[in-house]
């Protein structure tokens, strides 16, 4: 099986055509997920369509190690959290899947890298290894090539004159930034800015108390002086990306696609329009697992865009119990 043939994908018959063999594979090749499907009593040649495919439930990456390949891993992405908390965790043993994957998406919906100055607003990060945020953020800088392009922890007096002196200037600027520090910056300068998309990772990450995605547009758009915020939804867990460019809405690149299942019977799919949990199909996770059920809470329209309502914590997710975590 060609891998990286994920990316070029032309048609949702493609789509289904690749995830259906995509399934097949992992259904075989990878541990976990074979032994969820065995349990759900699920018959992985009876599997004929995209909404008869099991999502494997996120939590699995906690617990146990999610891979279908036996190749030497090349790095280990956590999700954020505090000391003692357990984390998931990616293997990835093709970080060229990876760079593929989210060079192409930005591509997709931005253009090249090459035509942006990156400015990076990601305290808290950087202080650990293994985000696959920040992996992501470094790449897309050393490959925007511009001198100003970086990381700017904890040095908001710089990032306010930088971001300011280019806008100025009339250059392209991209400022992406977790949503706390988004809005530290804005409580300390006042900007009006022309030619600089803001983009919010998402995420408090208990530093600030939580708020809805439009209050918090809300907020950014008046303290940056801009029409509209952009919005980044990615994870640990996948390789790929959706790019919201405003109001929430997001769009996938054409190797990721979102499917709503209702919260109360997850193998029941829910129709465009109404909201559920999400399930990601991500084409690029090919080395671990594509077919994944998420606790955030959203809905589909009918153009194949999405929203996130919210999470749904603490949930028992069909098939999870099934196996001895």
Sequence with gaps: MNKYSVFNLNSSKDFEKKALELFRFQA?????????????????????????????????????????????????????????MNLSKHFVTDLKIYKTSFLNGFKQFYENIQEYTLLALLPNYLEREGSSLVFMVNELIKQSNKKESGFYLNNLDELATTLRKLDQKGEKVLLIGISFALLDLIESYQFNLKNTIIME?????????????????????????????????????????????????????????????????????????????????????????????????????????????????????????????
């Design 28 to 84: 075989k090749n990878n541990s976990v997920y074979k032994q969820f499907i065995h349990y759900l009593g699920v018959k992985i040649d009876e599997v004929c369509r995209l909404n008869e495919i099991p999502f494997l439930p996120i939590q699995f990456f906690k617990t146990h190690q999610i891979l279908s390949d036996k190749n030497p891993v090349q790095e280990i992405f956590y999700s954020s959290g505090t000391t003692g």
């Design 201 to 325: 990772t998402g995420g408090m990450k208990g530093k600030r108390k939580e708020i809805i995605r439009a209050e918090l547009h809300e907020l950014l758009k008046n303290g940056f002086g801009v029409t509209k915020i952009h919005s980044e939804y990615g994870m640990t867990e996948l390789l790929s990306q959706a790019y919201s460019k405003g109001k929430g809405i997001f769009k996938t690149p054409k190797w990721m696609k979102i499917i709503i299942r209702d919260t109360e019977d997850a193998l029941t799919i829910f129709p465009h329009n109404k909201a559920g949990g999400i399930n990601i199909i991500d084409l690029a996770n090919v080395n671990s697992c594509s077919f994944i059920a998420t606790q955030d809470l959203g809905k589909t329209f009918n153009n194949g865009s999405f929203e996130i309502i919210g999470r749904f914590d603490n949930s028992d997710i069909r098939g999870c119990n099934l196996m001895v975590l």
